[in-house]
């Protein structure tokens, strides 16, 4: 059988995510009632970073402990990976001494070929082009906030980059709508949405009008990971795409305000906004521990009940 990966969100269907949904709020659920859930007792997680992480690495190295099992973190600055082994080579080797693989890079392409070489299932932990993850916990605490996501209208405001191109893949999978607006130069880039319908997103020059009417707004830093050379540029060109109150103002009332996290108050957000009774950043951040242990288990054991 074909090992299953998690690389891009468009790698599930539909009824997966509503498999993963539920199955978060029963293990989010035992999580609090304190029930010991050990599923991936003697099980081995290997966490490949090549970027830096606060909630990433701590919410899959949390998760796997809670599920019974074991977490190992390797970074390019002490492993063989930063002393140029083939992906290939480190990718034959490391899926023969764990169960599952998450790796935060540069491009797609590498988590790609690492997963092409993989015994075990593979997830994206965040490259330039995608973050899956962080949209299965936005989706979550949407859901738990609000209800089901499918028919609303996400309006994303700044920068083109993995958050934005991941929400795009979401909206085709879950019927929903994204507006975004982007400062000129930073657009999305139609090679990284290609297959998206055009149905699913609208492009708006102003963030108000994306904002205007939106059951859910969102952002991302100016620069992203990988893209620090390009700062001063950018804090000059997004200037005006800053969430702010009369954003959220022209939003639907029940409106919720999402940000992955880390945020830089006063550039991508205000303080009143991301610490205003609209966020629900925390809760967002929280969920990245249950979706992916829901995830993990999905992708090791299959579908389970109760
Ligand atoms: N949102 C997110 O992925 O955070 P980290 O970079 O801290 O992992
Ligand atoms: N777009 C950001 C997300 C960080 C979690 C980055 O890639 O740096």
Known sequence: MAIKHFLQFKDFSRDEFEYLFERTAWIKNQFKSYHKYWPLEDRTLVMIFEKASTRTRLSFEAGMHQLGGAAIYLNTRDSQLGRGEPVE???QVIS???DIVMIRTFEQEIIE???ANSRVPVINGLTNEYHPCQILADIFTYIEHRGCIQGKTVAWVGDANNMCNTWLQAAEVLDFKVNVSTPPGYELNPALIAGVEASCFEVFADPMAACRGADLVT???WTSMGYEAE???RMKAFADWCVDAEMMAVANPQAVFMHCLPAHRGEEVTAEVIDGPQS?????AENRL???KALMEYLMLGRLQG
């Open 89 to 91: 080579d480190a990718a």
């Open 96 to 98: 023969r001494m764990s």
């Open 113 to 115: 070929r690492f997963a």
């Open 219 to 221: 952002t991302d830093v």
């Open 231 to 233: 700062n001063e540029a």
């Open 280 to 284: 629900v950043v925390w809760d967002e």
């Open 290 to 292: 249950h979706v992916q």
